[in-house]
């Protein structure tokens, strides 16, 4: 196996562009981007032809461990998923056991807009107390560690 791993495409997507090129990689590391046919000597070549190559994407509306639902996806589980699909960062979004508890009472929702309508209406009949529930549930900037949510479930 080669030191050095080429992954070329025609859609590479770069601060500004995007466009053929080829990403240089050694050890890991993405060392380099150079033009589509820049290949060196004993590369390992990936072709990505038509294939979109990109940064890792970033998703700022997860929900992980909702209260009550952790059975179904827990912090471990819902990383791993976003990661596998090219997610690296993404923003929690907070959680209030009220609006937990009025959103399962009405289960199961005939279709999908039934259920946005009421996750809708719910939220904005929430009461302070309920917004600061979730806010304090909320991990703080720089939080590494799981919500108190997941620490309950």
């Not at 562009?17 to 820049?38: E, L, Q």
């Not at 990383?79 to 289960?107: I, P, Y």
Request: aromatic fraction near 6%; charged fraction near 20%; glycine fraction near 10%.
């Amino acid at each position: 196996m080669s030191e050095t791993l080429v992954v070329h495409g025609k859609r590479v997507v770069r601060p500004g562009s995007t466009g053929p090129a080829s990403i240089h990689i050694r050890n890991g590391v993405i060392t380099a981007m150079h033009s589509f046919d820049s290949i060196p000597d004993g590369a390992e070549l990936v072709d990505a032809g038509d294939s979109v190559i990109m940064p890792g994407l970033v998703d700022t509306h997860v929900h992980l461990n909702e209260p009550g639902r952790a059975h179904w996806e827990g912090f471990d589980s819902g990383t791993r998923a976003a990661a596998a699909g090219g997610v690296t960062t993404f923003l929690r979004c907070c959680g209030s056991s009220t609006w937990a508890a009025k959103m399962e009472a009405r289960r199961p929702y005939a279709t999908l807009s039934h259920l946005l309508e009421h996750a809708d209406q719910t939220w904005s009949e929430s009461s302070i107390d309920n917004w600061l529930e979730a806010f304090r549930a909320h991990p703080r900037i720089g939080e590494s560690s799981q919500s108190k949510w997941s620490q309950e479930q």
